[in-house]
Every structure is written in C-alpha cells, then in structure tokens.
C-alpha cells in the first residue's frame, strides 16, 4: 500500500505545486477564506467526497466514507489562514494582495490536506470507517478550532491529525514529537493605580510607573525561584502605557502581556500565582491593582499511540534518517490543542528547509519554503491514515 501511495502523490506532485501556488498568490486573513474555502470545496467535490461549506463559519468538512464496519472515524485538520504581512520574498507567485501574505505555510498545509483526500480517494479501496477532513479557518486568531467544534466536526471523531511546516528541519524530512509540542499561551492585562503629583515631590504621591516596573520585575525573578525550572513559564509583557507629562507622576499604568507554559497543572496555577504576586507589590507601596487573565488555547500534547504511528508512517516512507524525533517542544501556541479536548490525536512537523538557500523563520515577510515537502506531507498524512486503521 506504501509504494501505492507514494506512486499517486509522486503522479500528483506538479497539481500539488500548482495548487499551493494558487493559495499563496491568494492569501485571505482569519475569518475571511471565502475564496480559499471556495476552491478548495471544489478540489476535494471533484475527488468524489461529500463536502460541507460555511462549517466554522468560512470552514470545508469533507468526508471520504468507508464501509462503517469500523466505528471510528478518523479527522485530519489542516488550516488556511494568511498574516497581515507584506510579502517580500520576490517570487513570481508572491501575493497579489497587499499587505498579505501565507508566511506560516498554511498554503502548504491546506495542499498537504487536499493531497492526502486525493491520494486517499484513489487508493482504490474503502476504508472500515469514515476519514473527516477539517479545513479550518482562523489558526493565526486561535478561533477556528472553537468555530469548528461548535458547528460539531468534532462529532463521532475518535482520532486527529495534524502537520505545521517547520523551517528548521530540512525540505522532505519530517519532525516527530511526543507529548507537549506548543504552549498553553494566555493573554493578561494589568492596570495599576497609584495617585498623581508632582514630579518634584514623589513621596506625597503613588507612582504607578514606578510599581508597574517593580510588579514586572518581581514576576520575571518570581518565575525562575518558585516556578519549576523543568516546566516553563515564559511572562512577557509586550505593551506599557501610563503617565500624562515629564513632570508628572503617573496615576495609572496599564500593561498588556502574554503567559506561556506546557504542562496543564502549571496553567491552571498561573493567574493565582501572578494575582498573588501583584497584590503583594501593590500593597508594599500603597497602590491597587486591577487584572484581567484571559485563557486562551491549551497546550498540544500529542498522544504517544498516535505519534507512534505517525512515527512509523514517515519512517517506513522516508527512512530513519528522514526523520527526527524532537526533543524540545515550541512555546508558540496551536488551536488544534482544542480539538484534543474532544479526542486524541497528534501533530508532526513538516519540514521546508531549503539545503542551499538562506531560510527565514515562521511569520517572517521573506518566509518561503522547499515544495518538495508537500509530498513528504501528502505521503506521511496519507500512510499514517492507512495505518490508523490497521490497528
């Protein structure tokens, strides 16, 4: 079945790049996909799947449906969402809207899922049970995942799929993890208040700036003395505003940041351990304080069967030396997280590095990658979707 598949996508490589060059060309930003999701319900109608518009509100749900001898039903999500960067990579396919741009490769991940419902589709067999093919909106805002599961593609699902390019890892090779793979990433807003006066006589007044630098500069010490240095937190806050003029001390500061940690137990402590931390500071020097922690999406953490055949998949197709068992996890965050609230599943990482050009990092304006990867992808996804079934 291996040499099967690896022969259609082989077969499919020049529709697969031409694909991925139409998405590129036509970027759209979270929540606007209408003519992402548009051609891409066409490509997969035309493989003979059911498919469903408007799922996720600009989301595609195909089905390939197998003989339901099999209770379960496997999902592979995939996401097709652009940035609001201008491209500057100079390629004859770059962006034709301004200020737009795939630089995180969902254009690839969109083809891989697209390719791996072709190879799949024309395999020539029925599988025991249905395969569900998530085309998500929304990735970059952290709310497609939440609009697909509301519109319940998370129904009768017991597995999931997913893949993420990887611009460390070299075009054709393939990155594994097993358990966390992204943070738990959280959004936190602080605002503290002090009283006004002049800056000539700072001790008949309460200098918000003063403490908010003090509330910053506690938490950074605070996380490396009385958080476990094996599970990490990373606080980083991005955005300061207060004070009204030089001479002025300031009444109010607010400050906007982000929080990231892997481990489930340490997310559920942290807006507790900061509160505690902030009413501490404030109270030394005679401030209040107000906060606002907003959770956002949980950590992935893949599960070890599934990555174990995910693991197989790549290694038979490609070779061990193909692929690379990643020992550290990302601190980037991922809503594919949310869909393991619902059933287990895991993410592999999809190598683009170039071997003879300069490689520029994710959300990078310059970001381009080597597009022999979209068969590594459509190979491994498709193998592993064979293999899921045969356990």
């Avoid at 490509?43 to 408007?54: F, I, P």
């Avoid at 029925?126 to 929304?138: D, K, S």
């Avoid at 507790?272 to 922690?293: D, F, H, L, P, R």
Wanted: hydrophobic share 40%.
């Amino acid at each position: 079945m291996l040499s099967q598949i690896k022969d259609l996508a082989a077969s499919l490589a020049p529709r697969l790049v031409e694909i991925r060059r139409h998405l590129h060309s036509h970027p759209e930003l979270s929540g606007q996909e209408y003519q992402t999701a548009a051609y891409v319900s066409g490509v997969v109608s035309s493989c003979g799947l059911h498919v469903q518009e408007l799922v996720g509100k600009t989301g595609v749900v195909a089905e390939l449906r197998g003989t339901d001898r099999d209770s379960r039903m496997l999902a592979i999500r995939t996401d097709m969402d652009a940035l609001p960067i201008q491209e500057r990579t100079g390629l004859e396919f770059a962006s034709r809207q301004p200020g737009i741009m795939h630089a995180c490769g969902h254009d690839v991940h969109t083809t891989v899922g697209l390719g791996t419902a072709m190879v799949l589709a024309q395999l020539g067999i029925q599988f025991p049970g249905t395969i569900r093919f998530l085309f998500q909106p929304a990735e970059e805002t952290a709310q497609g995942a939440g609009w697909m599961i509301r519109d319940g593609v998370m129904e009768g699902v017991t597995a999931i799929f997913g893949v993420h390019t990887f611009p460390t890892i070299p075009g054709g090779s393939v990155g594994i993890r097993y358990g966390a793979l992204t943070a738990a990433a959280d959004d936190l807003e602080l605002v503290i208040m002090g009283e006004s006066g002049h800056g000539a006589r700072p001790h008949e007044a309460i200098d918000a700036i003063w403490i908010a630098s003090q509330v910053v500069t506690t938490l950074q010490q605070a996380i490396s003395r009385t958080q476990n240095p094996l599970r990490p937190v990373v606080l980083t806050i991005g955005q300061i505003q207060g004070g009204r003029a030089p001479n002025v001390i300031a009444d109010q500061v607010r400050m906007l940041g982000t929080v990231r940690s892997l481990h489930p137990e340490t997310s559920a402590s942290l807006p507790v351990w900061i509160e505690q931390i902030v009413a501490n500071v404030c109270q030394s020097y005679g401030a209040k304080y107000t906060m606002n922690y907003r959770r956002g999406v949980p950590s992935v953490q893949n599960d070890p069967a599934l990555t174990q055949i995910m693991e197989s998949a790549a290694s038979e197709a490609w070779g061990g030396d193909r692929v690379q068992i990643l020992l550290e996890p990302s601190l980037g965050a991922e809503d594919f997280s949310l869909y393991l609230q619902h059933a287990p599943g895991t993410m592999f990482r999809l190598g683009v590095a170039f071997a003879d050009k300069p490689n520029y990092p994710l959300h990078h304006p310059q970001f381009h990658v080597d597009e022999t990867a979209i068969v590594t992808g459509v190979v491994t996804m498709a193998y592993a979707a064979y293999k899921y079934w045969q356990q």
